[in-house]
């Protein structure tokens, strides 16, 4: 279980995040929806200890991990796998060298035991035959796969998705939703995930999230989330421009 | 404007002991992280590659010149005060003492030090710092100490070579535009030839290389903004070691020659 509690963060005037509190329960996907610039990446960086808070606590199993430090956030790390909003590929690698890097790093595993792991995470994500390519000659949409198939290659405990299926073609996307949902089923995954896409979060979520002004607002199931009165929640997902959040 | 100034001042002053304090938090990271260079030892030889093998055609053009015009110029200013006998010595000592390390370092500063600062500030932009701090891979072990490793073991053989080339195109140009044989330069440079000299340009060298692995490390890691932000942070990697490699140069010839 992560449990956020009044987790602070600005940069410079610019406020981000102001107070929130989420609990993640354990083998669910909890998914956050909120505007562009709401502070969901920043949230999810805080998450795996890339950004520390300005004040606020994040337990997992009960241990505050934002005063983690070196062995221990290393030790941390390897239970969560990312995906990146940019999918942030190193560009000096192959996609082979990408999603086994991890493997490689902290296994012992003979190397062609990693080269079959990393073909079924690559097949996982609908790839073949992109092994020995660099990033730069990838479609977007193929590097978000890539960066999935990386955050998935230790079968880590903890999947933080940063949107997911922004960029697929929409037979992809559903793929990928289809993915995510095997995850948590077959090998109990706790995800969070971030996206704009609300047909994806209906799909993937036991829980959405909305955050909003640096808060959460709405906690709830994709059911409730249809049926809520909660204007701003409606808006958002209604995709209206006029109302309580102001388009411009 | 008087304020105005004082805070330009103040706000410079701040920057720069920032920057002070960063380099020191970084090469304390990088002592720390010396136990484990052995693993991922290929990143320190694809960097040795990178900063030494390749850099060598680039310094045995510069270092030809170097040596062939400080020929030249000591050969001018010995005119009719000093014997041509010691022409040799003069050169030998110029070249191995202050003209190769240096001369190799600003070399290899713009050539290597901007590369590791754009390589790592486009590495930062793009969040693949942040990628492999989520793989539980510590960036310091995985591309600041190869680097780091490779730039002070590098810049002292590439300043064996820059000696050996400038002192070749130092002697060239006195057997054939000043008239000094070949014996008589080379005895002149045998003549007050000290190995310690060698040694003391070769320590030069490890510090430069230390200076330009860890200045372009800093400035990659300290990137913001995108492609103008790795613009911004290559060049003062550049300027920055520059300037440092001429001021570690006048501390340390003020220690061993002072
Ligand atoms: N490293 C940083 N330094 C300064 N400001 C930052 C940094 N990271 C994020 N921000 C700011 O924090 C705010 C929230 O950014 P964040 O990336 O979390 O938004 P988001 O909700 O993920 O938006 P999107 O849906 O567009 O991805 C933005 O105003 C952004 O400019
Ligand atoms: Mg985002």
């Keep these: 279980m992560i449990e956020i509690v009044d987790l602070h963060k600005s940069f410079g005037d610019n406020k981000v995040l102001d107070g929130v509190n989420l609990t993640i329960n354990k083998g669910e996907t909890t998914t956050i929806i909120g505007r562009s610039g709401g502070g969901k990446s920043v949230l999810l960086k805080h998450i795996i200890g890339l950004v520390k808070p300005d004040s606020g606590r994040i337990l997992i199993d009960g241990e505050d991990i934002t005063l983690y430090k070196n062995e221990k956030l290393v030790k941390l790390r390897q239970r969560f796998g990312m995906l990146f909003q940019s999918s942030a590929l190193f560009d000096s690698m192959t996609v082979e060298e990408n999603v086994g890097l991890g493997l490689r ?87 969070i995930a971030v996206t704009h896409d609300i047909v994806s979060a209906y799909k993937i979520s036991n829980r959405i999230a909305m955050i909003y002004e640096g808060k959460i607002i709405f906690v709830g199931t994709p059911e409730e989330v249809k049926s809520t009165d909660d204007p701003i929640v409606r808006q958002f997902v209604e995709g209206k421009a006029t109302g309580i959040i102001k388009a411009v | 404007m008087g304020m105005g100034l004082v805070s330009y001042i103040g706000s410079k002053a701040l920057g720069f002991f920032t920057d002070v304090g960063g380099v020191a938090i970084l090469l304390k990271a990088i002592v720390f992280n010396l136990p484990r260079l052995f693993k991922n030892f290929h990143l320190t030889v694809e960097q040795m590659v990178f900063i030494g093998v390749n850099s060598l055609p680039l310094i045995i053009f510069v270092s030809i010149f170097t040596g062939a015009v400080s020929s030249v110029q000591a050969a001018y200013q010995f005119h009719n005060y000093v014997p041509m006998r010691y022409l040799g010595t003069a050169v030998g000592k110029a070249v191995v003492i202050e003209l190769g390390p240096v001369l190799t370092a600003l070399v290899v500063a713009g050539r290597v030090g901007a590369a590791i600062a754009a390589e790592l500030g486009t590495m930062k932009v793009t969040e693949q710092i942040d990628a492999l701090e989520t793989l539980a891979i510590d960036p310091i072990h995985y591309l600041v100490v190869p680097r780091f490793i490779s730039g002070i073991t590098m810049l002292p053989i590439l300043v064996l070579f820059s000696d050996l080339v400038a002192i070749l195109g130092a002697l060239v140009v006195a057997v054939v535009f000043v008239d000094v044989s070949a014996h008589t330069f080379l005895s002149g440079l045998k003549m007050f030839f000290h190995l310690s000299d060698l040694f003391a340009g070769l320590f030069k060298a490890f510090i430069f290389g230390g200076i330009i692995a860890t200045i372009g490390c800093y400035q990659g890691f300290k990137t913001t903004g995108g492609a103008e932000g790795v613009g911004t942070s290559t060049t003062k990697a550049v300027v920055i070691s520059s300037v440092l490699i001429l001021v570690a140069d006048y501390v340390i010839a003020s220690f061993l020659f002072g």
Excluded: C, F, Q
């Design chain 1, 105 to 191: 790093e902290h296994t012992k595993l003979p190397e062609d035991e990693i080269r079959g792991i990393v073909n079924e995470k690559l097949r996982l994500v609908g790839l073949r035959g992109v092994e020995d390519v660099k990033p730069a000659e990838l479609s977007g949409g193929m590097k978000k796969r890539v960066g999935l198939a990386r955050a998935i290659a230790m079968n880590p405990e903890y999947i933080l998705y940063d949107e997911p299926t922004t960029g697929l073609d929409p037979i992809m996307a559903d793929a990928i939703n289809y993915l995510i949902i095997r995850m948590k089923n077959e090998l109990n995954v706790t995800s």
